[in-house]
């Protein structure tokens, strides 16, 4: 149905930034939320920031506010984060995931799931 993929993920020094990209196929891009999420090794996938079709309402983890941006552009059917003061605590496979209709702030809620891209950042 809806296919993702991510990219952008490396490894950066904290304090650094970053920013990811997940590109998705089919013709429904516009319809859709579109969602941020993180798992890093021995933890549960946790969320990070949603978007909503327009990218007028955006939501995000308070671990991640004032430091990360999601953003949209639809004529490109792609979804970014930009990651700024980048922390080790960041350090996790981020996933880009996407929801019929509106976002929403829980992995179970989402329909499709790129593969994911890895973020670490040392101290």
């Known amino acids: 149905q809806v296919q993702l993929v991510e990219s952008g993920g490396g490894l950066v020094q904290a304090g650094g930034s970053l920013r990811l990209s997940c590109a998705a196929s089919g013709r429904t891009f516009s319809m859709l939320g579109m969602g941020w999420f993180r798992q890093a090794p021995g933890k549960e996938r946790e969320f990070v920031a949603a978007i909503n079709w327009n990218g007028i309402s955006t939501y995000y983890t308070d671990s991640v506010k004032g430091r990360f941006t999601i953003s949209r552009d639809n004529a490109k059917n792609t979804v970014y984060l930009q990651m700024n003061s980048l922390k080790p605590e960041d350090t996790a496979v981020y996933y880009c995931?996407?929801?019929?209709?509106?976002?929403?702030?829980?992995?179970?809620?989402?329909?499709?799931w790129g593969q994911g891209t890895q973020v670490t950042v040392s101290s």
């Open positions: 995931a996407a929801k019929w209709s509106y976002p929403g702030t829980y992995a179970t809620q989402y329909d499709s």
